[in-house]
């Protein structure tokens, strides 16, 4: 049986049979860890052994006794996980042997030579090409930096460390963990061919163009479109519609609809109010023409300019078909003024009024938006921008202009948008990717500048689910600030990773004329074909023209600046650093009554997660589930409490170090950006790696299987909810409430 396991993964898993992962277990012990040098979770703060630990084996013939692990790490990052420009991870790969001989002990050479040395390689799984990463012995050795999504690691012996090929007798492999990821192709047989009753008939099928097809079931539901060159089972394909009412927004006479106004900037000074209104608008997109919602008419809502130190009344006025409420999100706003439905207001109805009084303590770049089904009422319109203008003069250094960008995504299916569950949210295990990117809440972005110019762009990712990995065609770039505030230094970066509910300050020049894409880059996972594969959405465009900017930044841009008055901020918290952890968070899920072929394909699926999943290659499998059938859990490890129950209560004024595990061993383990009112943190470490250059933040992207250490500042009292930021896991239970008194 365990030979069957080993030859036959993909069908052992559908039977329900135990598959070996992470490496083959070693008889002989490491020093100081467990027979499998890569087993089991972590213990302390290293993220899960089985996504970033490799066991690398010797050869039987050897007749020795080697124990080897390579630990990849995140590359250092202004973001919690390392990326490049291509969407790529960015692992710093550390090699712990122990038990190697000596290599002149393993004779010649084939050339004659005797081996001196020992050299370790990176190849892929096909073995070709072989890059020399460099010698090696027992001990630890830095490999370097490996943004392969698929590797292979090699060690040999050879007759000299500069070798530009290996010659030598191969002592050590392994492969990366994301190498578990197969084609399914015993599983597409038994599972998509072999005819699995899933449901009932949909009445209709979607194209794989994902383009122009929009045929809607006897249910009433628009099916989500498959990406182009995606393909599914089968039986996936022929899933049943969510458990759960079809809903887009309706009227009785839609041409008395406004249509949708461009973003307008609103300045408020202290003491001023704003009247805000949450609307009916129509707006077009892929040539239709459809109802949504907006503020005051406009998508994204009114760009709201208050000065540091401020305080503004927003009387907020209700006039769509939904209760909601208001959320300032990542203002450490009173209590009273959050914005959450029964925690501290109650909904406001159809028809309804609340007013909110909003003091900004902190300068940068905020928004707004429901806090009641926010799946479905952000997503179709209700989200805009408030930017704190700092005090200080000399807070950001100098650039020619400013851009705010809100970016976002909706998911169509032809000219149609795909409607959302009534009763309950759907798409409730990765939640609701787009395939329609909209910036400004405009579908192609276009901005001219001079050549030269520096552009300080503060982006705000307002998408359900969708992490983004912009860049600017290759202009240099370099972040400056995040959620709240700037970093301790300003760092060069490709591309900029920003989870939901993030926001990201950089800062883009632009040296020459010409036309540059703004892209989203990244690597998609097709899981029926157990590939990575390119993806690559343009954005919008930027057009330098001939004309030189003034000043000439070209000096001030090229230095990375240091932000001494928030070094000396966070000075005060810096004893605290290495203080045990006070509360642990594990972020995991549950489910029930999920339809036997999801059952089937998760199991498989689950051999392998990557840290980020980009985007939505399996849109039948994810529409089909509900919050009725997924439950995404916040669940203290101490206690054993989850959700609502977990009851952490802090005195005002003190700080707290909390430990947030993204669990690895989930049904579908994916990345959770955790959002914590009324409060600011700083990121002190990923998977054990201390981060180096801090920066105030309210949400944190937590990549799958990671651990992340936070620093919580108690500085604002109240009851304050925490949440992850994906909209369908947040209506799918993923939340929790302290309380700071």
């Given amino acids: 049986m365990a030979r069957f396991r080993h030859a036959y993964p993909w069908l052992a898993l559908l039977l329900g049979l135990a598959v070996p992962v992470g490496g083959a277990a070693q008889e002989a012990p490491f020093p100081g860890r467990s027979p499998d040098p890569c087993a089991g979770e972590p213990t302390e703060a290293s993220g899960s052994a089985d996504l970033y630990c490799m066991v690398l084996t010797a050869p039987v013939t050897l007749g020795r006794d080697i124990r080897a692990r390579v630990d990849l790490r995140f590359a250092p990052s202004p973001f919690t996980v390392a990326v490049n420009v291509d969407g790529h991870v960015r692992y710093r790969a550390t090699l712990e042997v122990a038990g190697l001989p000596g290599p002149q002990e393993l004779g010649a050479a084939p050339d004659g030579r005797a081996y001196t040395t020992y050299v370790a390689w990176l190849t ?207 203002i450490r706003i009173d209590n009273a003024s959050d914005g959450v439905p029964h925690v501290t207001q109650e909904l406001v109805p159809p028809g309804g009024d609340f007013t909110y009084t909003i003091h900004v303590p902190d300068p940068g770049i905020y928004w707004y938006h429901p806090h009641h089904r926010e799946d479905l009422l952000k997503d179709l319109g209700l989200a805009g921008n408030l930017m704190v203008r700092p005090a200080r003069a000399d807070y950001f250094a100098p650039a020619h202009r400013e851009e705010v960008v809100v970016l976002d995504d909706v998911l169509m299916n032809g000219d149609a948008l795909v409607p959302f569950g009534r009763e309950r949210a759907n798409d409730a295990l990765m939640g609701r990717f787009g395939n329609v990117f909209l910036l400004n809440g405009e579908p192609d972005y276009r901005l001219t500048v001079e050549r030269g110019e520096v552009v300080r762009f503060f982006l705000t990712n307002v998408s359900n689910t969708r992490t983004f990995n912009l860049s600017f065609g290759g202009a240099p770039m370099k972040v400056v600030g995040s959620d709240i505030g700037l970093y301790e230094r300003e760092a060069w970066s490709e591309s900029v990773v920003l989870a939901p509910a993030e926001r990201a300050i950089v800062h883009v020049r632009f040296p020459q004329t010409g036309t540059l894409p703004l892209e989203n880059r990244v690597t998609g996972m097709d899981h029926l074909g157990g590939r990575f594969f390119a993806e690559v959405d343009t954005l919008g465009a930027v057009t330098v023209a001939e004309g030189n900017a003034t000043p000439d930044l070209t000096g001030v841009f090229g230095a990375l600046r240091e932000h001494l008055f928030v070094q000396e901020d966070i000075d005060r918290y810096r004893s605290a650093f290495d203080r045990p952890v006070d509360h642990e968070l594990v972020m995991t899920m549950e489910r029930q009554d999920l339809p036997f072929v999801v059952e089937r394909l998760m199991r498989v699926d689950s051999a392998y997660f990557h840290p980020i999943e980009w985007s939505g290659t399996m849109p039948m499998m994810n529409w089909n589930a509900t919050a009725a059938e997924v439950r995404w859990i916040l669940r203290d490890p101490v206690t054993g409490r989850e959700g609502m129950d977990i009851g952490w209560d802090f005195p005002l004024g003190e700080v707290r170090k909390i430990r947030v595990t993204n669990e690895r061993r989930s049904f579908h383990a994916m990345q959770h950006p955790l959002h914590i009112h009324g409060q600011r943190f700083l990121v002190l470490s990923v998977n054990g790696m201390p981060n180096e250059n801090l920066v105030w933040k309210d949400t944190v992207l937590v990549p799958v299987g990671a651990t992340v250490d936070l620093l919580l500042e108690l500085s604002n009292p109240g009851d304050w909810m925490m949440h992850c930021h994906i909209s369908e896991h947040l209506e799918s239970g993923m939340h929790s409430v302290f309380r700071v008194r």
């Fill in 124 to 330: 892929t799984p096909t073995f070709y090409p072989e890059v020399r990463l460099g010698p090696v012995g027992n001990g630890r050795t830095d490999l370097g930096v490996i943004d392969l999504d698929k590797f292979v690691l090699l060690v040999s012996a050879e007759p000299a460390a500069d070798l530009p090929e290996r010659t030598g007798r191969l002592v050590l492999r392994g492969q990366s963990p994301s190498t578990r990821m197969y084609p399914a192709d015993m599983m597409e047989y038994l599972v998509g061919a072999g005819g699995i009753d899933v449901g009932k008939d949909p009445g209709g099928m979607t194209g794989m163009d994902g383009m122009h097809h929009t045929h809607t079931g006897g249910d009433g539901w628009l099916r989500p479109p498959m990406p182009a060159g995606i393909t599914m089972l089968p039986a996936l394909m022929e899933l049943e519609a969510p458990d759960a009412t079809p809903f887009l927004p309706s009227v009785n006479d839609p041409e008395r609809v406004p249509w949708v106004r461009p973003r307008e900037l609103v300045r408020l000074a202290d003491g001023d109010t704003l009247e805000l209104t949450a609307t009916y608008v129509r707006r077009r997109l892929r040539g239709g023409t459809h109802i949504v919602y907006g503020f005051n008419g406009q998508i994204p809502g009114p760009l709201i300019q208050v000065d540091e130190a401020a305080t503004v009344t927003v009387r907020f006025s209700n006039r769509i078909d939904w209760p909601t409420t208001v959320h300032w999100h990542g």
